[in-house]
């Protein structure tokens, strides 16, 4: 029997338009390094997207050499970024931030989110030491939608965030690793041009949504940062890529018609018949998430039950005993997949 897989958004390949257009490609000899016509087609779909025909896009080959790069490049030497402390630079990306020579400050994560408030009487505090500078500066906000628990950011509380980095001087990046999915869940009150406009740096996630890999950067305002040398460092940190087409042609099949919000809205859809399932037979969750990430609770019998036949991601056992599970859907999840899931959590409920 073939185990059916929900540990994570990447676990399949690409979706089959991405591998017909590069299919049909295939043989077409371009500049590299992202010099070349299908890059600067798919960088203008999404300054069109953004409503921002002035914007600087960047393509990058994955999450964690976006997050170093960036923050690499915004910080000076003595400055740290504000994250919190369930935020995936701080929890996923093995010190990956720190070995850049920048640390990470954190802050409570409430549902894995920043709270407003927490920032300010944190950068209130930080500016009333007499000894501040001796300490690390304070430089960045980083923040990721959706979080690291599928939880979001209000629009009140991005506008938020956003007053309190303007008061103090600081730039704020958004991780979009899994922003289509924050952009098109039922809960959330955000369009991508509120987006763009709270944040300084910010980045759609293709990696997690329908592409083989990459990760588009933006500065909606390139006029507030000298990016001269930005392509150069993205170079140095491992994110550019000799043969760039391969990520301008997948941004260019992923926003040319929708698709990058079709296969988030996919993802979406599917994980809510599986919360809907396990709240319908009675079980509790470690978070009220509205996007492709579901963490319910069960028994250790439980879990066994539903491992024969599922893989999932074991998030942190409970002080109970019990554990909360990660169950984690894609642009590639079938109903199929997610009807058998739904039947054996019935089961469990009715035991």
Known sequence: MSIIRFETDYQEGAHPKILERLSSTNYEQTSGYGIDPHTQRAKDLIRSVLGLPKAEVFFLTGGTQTNTTVIKYLLSPCEGVIAASTGHINVHESGA??????????????????????????????????????????????????????????????????????????????????????????????????????????????????????????????????????RTLIKQQGGLLAKGRLLGIQFEVLFEDGLYFENARHSNLQAMKIKNAFT????????????????????????????????????????????????????????????????AVKILGDD
């Open 97 to 230: 931030i720190e070995a850049t020579g920048h640390k990470i400050l954190t802050l409570p994560g409430h549902d894995g989110l920043i709270d407003p408030q927490d920032l300010r009487k944190y950068l209130e505090a930080f500016y009333s030491d007499p000894t501040y500078d001796h300490m690390v500066q304070p430089g960045m906000v980083y923040i990721s939608y959706s979080s690291e628990l599928g939880t979001l950011y209000t629009k009140q509380a991005l506008r938020e965030i956003r007053d309190v980095c303007e008061k103090f001087g600081l730039r704020l990046f958004i991780d979009g690793a899994r922003l289509g999915a924050g952009l098109t869940s039922e809960a959330s009150d955000m369009t991508i041009r509120d987006i763009a406009e709270k944040s300084n740096v910010f980045y759609f996630g293709g990696t997690k949504t329908g592409a083989l890999f990459g990760e588009a950067v933006v500065f909606p305002r390139p006029e507030d940062f000298d990016l001269r040398h930005f």
């Open 280 to 343: 319908e037979a009675g079980f509790r969750f470690l978070i009220d998430s509205y996007t492709n990430q579901q963490f319910p609770i069960l028994t250790p019998k439980q879990d066994r039950a539903l491992r024969e036949k599922f893989s999932y991601e074991l998030w942190q056992p409970m002080t109970d005993g019990n554990l909360a599970v990660r169950f984690c859907t894609s642009w590639a999840t079938t109903d199929e997949a997610v009807e058998e899931l739904v039947s």
